[in-house]
């Protein structure tokens, strides 16, 4: 219930003018939000990230190409190994000196499950140095 001060004619006219007043309360407050959050996001520890370079594979003959495709076959320098056979020969491999890398080729359709399988008996097997080998975007030059 409101009480009005205008005269009784004046009640039935339609009022045409917005009311503006949630609209600057509310812009209020964000301005008031805003000016509080900025100093946080903008503290942050001075670090030097690495720059992105896109640096061909030097394949040596004693890096190990694993390929992962989409079914989940795997395959031991272009050779079909079974999944038992797999972590055998890379705890064969993981004891030589200097211990090969192991480069990972997983197909772009190929459900993460597979190639987590390989990259776990590859963990197991103790291989320290594993990668994971990708083509780089269309136009991108290297460095």
């Not at 917005?18 to 939000?33: F, G, Q, R, S």
Request: with cysteine; net charge negative.
């Amino acid at each position: 219930m409101g009480m009005g001060v205008a005269p009784l004619e004046a009640e039935d006219e339609v009022v045409s003018a917005i009311n503006t007043t949630p609209l600057v309360d509310v812009m209020l407050v964000l301005l008031i939000i805003f000016l509080i959050t900025i100093p946080v996001a903008i503290q942050t520890t001075p670090v030097e990230l690495p720059k992105e370079r896109n640096q061909p594979t030097q394949t040596k003959p004693e890096n190990i190409n694993i390929v992962v495709d989409k079914d989940g076959g795997v395959f031991w320098n272009n050779q079909p190994i079974e999944d038992k056979k797999l972590l055998a020969r890379l705890k064969e491999v993981a004891v030589k000196k200097p211990q090969p890398e192991v480069h990972i080729r997983g197909d772009r359709n190929a459900r993460y499950e597979f190639v987590g399988r390989v990259v776990f008996d590859c963990q197991r097997a103790g291989i320290l140095k594993i990668g994971f080998i990708t083509e780089p975007p269309v136009g991108v030059l290297a460095d």
